[in-house]
């Protein structure tokens, strides 16, 4: 299977997999959810950028400014949305965590993990690329994020309480989230840079 391939399925799988998490996140009140959705879908945007980076560097045997600016925007976008979910995870540790509803996010997380460890077995050996390196780590790390959410939610479902586990799991998957997308961002800024302008 050709690179572009694999990460059009990767992409795929990203992508259903954020509307399932949206879904479940809301109906359940779980946050640790949303955030996961969250980060998903920055990972969709960063395969795609990947994807794009290839196919714009056999068309111009080079690199792109477009592409950095792609990831620019995306590396903005996760920035905005960590920031939004940590906020709301601290507000809810400090004002009362909702019930959040334990079955229903054990399931999706679980399913989210093998959804992300189907990726890594897609994306398949990635050590002559970067680009697909970057994206074999970003699957790992969302399938070992998917099953803290849904070790958190078994405790929450047994105990029938501790739903603050769900607000202090968000608040670790944003923490890391966005520390990835500040150093995407710092990473765009040197290239954009380095890189000399194509406008003439």
Known sequence: MTPDRRLILVVGINLVMVLALAIVGIVSHSLGV??????????????????????IGRRSEGRSRATSFAALANGSFLLLVTVVVAVEA???????????????????????????????????????????????LDTVADAAAAVGVAASATIILLT??????????????????GYHAVRLLLRVARNLRQEPSRIS
């Not at 949303?34 to 196919?55: E, M, Q, T, W």
């Not at 994306?123 to 970057?134: K, N, Y």
């Open 34 to 55: 949303l955030a996961a959705g969250a980060d998903y879908l920055g990972d969709a945007a960063a395969a795609g950028l990947s994807l794009a980076a290839i196919r």
């Open 160 to 177: 029938h309480g501790h739903y603050w586990l769900d607000s202090v799991f968000a608040l670790v998957i944003a923490v890391v989230v």
């Open 90 to 136: 601290i507000n809810r540790l400090a004002t009362g965590t909702p019930n959040v509803h334990g079955a229903p996010v054990i399931v999706v997380s679980l399913i989210a993990a093998a959804a992300m460890v189907a990726c890594a077995l897609i994306l398949g050996d990635v050590e002559s690329d970067l680009s697909m390196q970057s994206v074999m």
